[in-house]
C-alpha cells in the first residue's frame, strides 16, 4: 500500500483561479518528483526535489511552481490556471541512491474549463 | 534518439501465453533498472528491477537485463486479462533520477 497521499484527487476549476495540489509523504523519502502525464501519453517530468529547500525544473516546461519546506511535504501550485494545464499530475517520491525506484500518488485529475 | 526506447503497442497475446516486452537504453552507464505497470486511468506501480547482468524472477515476472546489448526485457508468463496494461521501462543512471520511457501497451485477450 502506497503510503504517498494526493489530494484533491479530481479537481475542476475556471480558468484565472490559482490552485495548490498536494502531496505527502510518510516514508521519509528524501527525493520528490511531480509529473504531468496526459492520457495515454508518456510522463514528463516537471518538477523535482532533492530535500528540503531545493527544488529544480524538470524536462518539461511548466508555469507551476512547487515548494519544499518539510521533508514529507511537495506541493505544486498555479498562479492562474489555463485550459492548456488541463492534465494528470502525479507525485511521486524515492530514497537516495540509484538501486531504488519510484513510488507514485494515486494523482489528480485537473480540468481547467 | 530517446534515452529510453519502447515499442509502444499494443502488444496482443492470448490468455495463458507468454508476453515479452522490451526496452534499449542509450547511456551505457546506467546503473538500475525498473519496470512499471500502469493501468488506464491510475498511477504506475512498481513490478520489477534489476541490477545485474542476466535474468531475475519474482512469481510469472521476469526481469532479463544484457548491459553490453543496453537491453532490458520483462517477461510475463501465464499471462492473465488483468495483466493488460501499459508497461513502462525506467532507467537510472547515476544521478538518481529515473528516464521513463514511453510504454508498451498490453492486451491480453481470452
Known amino acids: 500500500e502506497a503510503d504517498i497521499y494526493q489530494t484533491p484527487r479530481y479537481l475542476v476549476i475556471g480558468t484565472g483561479k490559482k490552485i495548490t495540489l498536494e502531496c505527502s509523504q510518510t516514508?521519509?523519502?528524501?527525493?520528490m518528483y511531480w509529473y504531468q502525464q496526459d492520457p495515454g501519453m508518456e510522463l514528463h517530468l516537471i518538477h523535482y526535489?532533492?530535500?528540503?529547500?531545493?527544488?529544480e525544473k524538470g524536462d518539461l516546461s511548466s508555469e507551476s511552481t512547487v515548494s519544499r519546506i518539510r521533508t514529507e511535504h511537495f506541493p505544486l501550485t498555479l498562479e492562474s490556471a489555463r485550459p492548456s494545464h488541463t492534465s494528470q499530475y502525479l507525485c511521486?517520491?524515492?530514497?537516495?541512491?540509484?538501486?531504488?525506484?519510484?513510488?507514485f500518488g494515486s494523482g489528480t485529475r485537473l480540468t481547467v474549463v | 534518439q530517446k534515452e529510453v526506447e519502447q515499442n509502444s503497442g499494443p502488444l496482443s497475446v492470448p490468455e495463458g501465453a507468454i508476453a515479452s516486452l522490451n526496452c534499449t537504453y542509450s547511456?551505457?552507464?546506467?546503473?538500475?533498472f525498473f519496470w512499471y505497470r500502469q493501468y488506464s486511468g491510475k498511477s504506475p506501480e512498481l513490478i520489477m528491477f534489476?541490477?545485474?547482468?542476466g535474468d531475475k524472477e519474482d512469481g510469472r515476472f521476469t526481469a532479463q537485463l544484457n548491459k553490453a546489448s543496453q537491453y532490458v526485457s520483462l517477461l510475463i508468463r501465464d499471462s492473465q486479462p488483468s495483466d493488460s496494461a501499459t508497461y513502462l521501462c525506467?532507467?537510472?543512471?547515476?544521478?538518481?533520477?529515473?528516464?521513463f520511457g514511453t510504454g508498451t501497451r498490453l492486451q491480453v485477450f481470452p
Open positions: 534489476i541490477y545485474s547482468n
Open positions: 511521486a517520491s524515492s530514497r537516495t541512491g540509484s538501486a531504488y525506484g519510484y513510488t
Open positions: 547511456d551505457r552507464g546506467s546503473q538500475s
Open positions: 525506467a532507467v537510472n543512471r547515476a544521478t538518481d533520477k529515473l528516464i
Open positions: 516514508m521519509g523519502h528524501d527525493k
Open positions: 526535489s532533492y530535500g528540503v529547500n531545493s527544488t
